[in-house]
Each structure stands twice: as structure tokens, then as C-alpha cells.
């Protein structure tokens, strides 16, 4: 089979020429499948047409709500913000007073009052 772009010779089975890459063979017709692609009719959306004329411009975009609870900078009014947390000095106070409570707790629950006599008054242990 000869190429019809660079007239070289190549084998009979071949789809492209070897030298210059040309197809030999035509591609394969598509068979008729019927469908009929629709057009819109002429003068859509235009002056004498019952559709509105196209409206290629951008709708104005609403003011951005504030989400409830959303933290926003007093300074900037900026939504990026970093949450604060409980200072590390705030939680060593905590842990070490939580500490000394039930130390003194325990040390108030081991101090008992002497018996008394309710007829006498006398205090003993």
C-alpha cells in the first residue's frame, strides 16, 4: 500500500505509514443514527419573542451573615480567629487548690469534738 502523503511503500495491513505517520485508511464512516439536533428557534429571547432577553451579568451577591456564635475581630471584623483557652497558670491553681481542699477536708473530717455528757457537761475521749 502506498502512502498517499509521502508516497512510500508500506505493508497491506498497515493503518499508518511508517516514515511520516500518515493515516492510510480512512476512518470508519459512522453509521446514521437518526438524530436531528435541536435548534432554538431564531429571534429567541429577543424583541418580539415570549422569552425574556438573556441576562449575561451577575446577580448581586447578598451581604454574608453572621453565624450565631461565630467570634469575629472587634478591630477588622475578620471570621479567622483562633479560640483562646484556660491559661496553664489557671489550671496549676485549680489542680493545686483542688488539692489542698481535700487535704484540709480530709485533715477537718479526722478532728472530732470530745464526748460530751448531756447531764453533767463533762468532755471526755
Request: charged share 15%.
Given at each position: 500500500?502506498?502512502?498517499?502523503?509521502?508516497?512510500?511503500?508500506?505493508?497491506?495491513?498497515?493503518?499508518f505509514?511508517r516514515y511520516c505517520?500518515?493515516?492510510l485508511k480512512?476512518?470508519?464512516?459512522?453509521?446514521?443514527?437518526?438524530?436531528?439536533?435541536s435548534?432554538p428557534?431564531?429571534?429567541?429571547?429577543?424583541?418580539?419573542?415570549?422569552?425574556p432577553?438573556?441576562?449575561?451579568q451577575?446577580?448581586p451577591?447578598?451581604p454574608?451573615?453572621q453565624?450565631?456564635g461565630q467570634?469575629c475581630?472587634?478591630?477588622c471584623?475578620?471570621?479567622?480567629i483562633?479560640?483562646g483557652?484556660i491559661?496553664l497558670?489557671?489550671?496549676?491553681?485549680a489542680?493545686i487548690g483542688?488539692?489542698v481542699v481535700?487535704v484540709?477536708?480530709?485533715?477537718?473530717l479526722?478532728v472530732?469534738?470530745p464526748h460530751r455528757?448531756l447531764?453533767c457537761?463533762?468532755?471526755?475521749?
Open positions: 500500500m502506498q502512502c498517499l502523503k509521502c508516497g512510500s511503500e508500506n505493508r497491506d495491513e498497515s493503518n505509514c505517520s500518515a493515516p480512512p476512518p470508519p464512516a459512522e453509521p446514521n443514527s437518526g438524530y436531528i439536533p435548534v428557534p431564531t429571534g429567541a429571547g429577543f424583541a418580539g419573542s415570549n422569552f432577553p438573556p441576562n449575561y451577575q446577580a451577591q447578598p454574608m451573615r453565624v450565631v467570634l475581630c472587634p478591630r471584623g475578620s471570621v479567622n483562633i479560640k483557652g491559661p497558670w489557671a489550671t496549676l491553681v489542680i483542688l488539692f481535700c484540709l477536708s480530709l485533715f477537718f479526722l472530732k469534738e455528757c447531764n457537761g463533762l468532755e471526755f475521749k
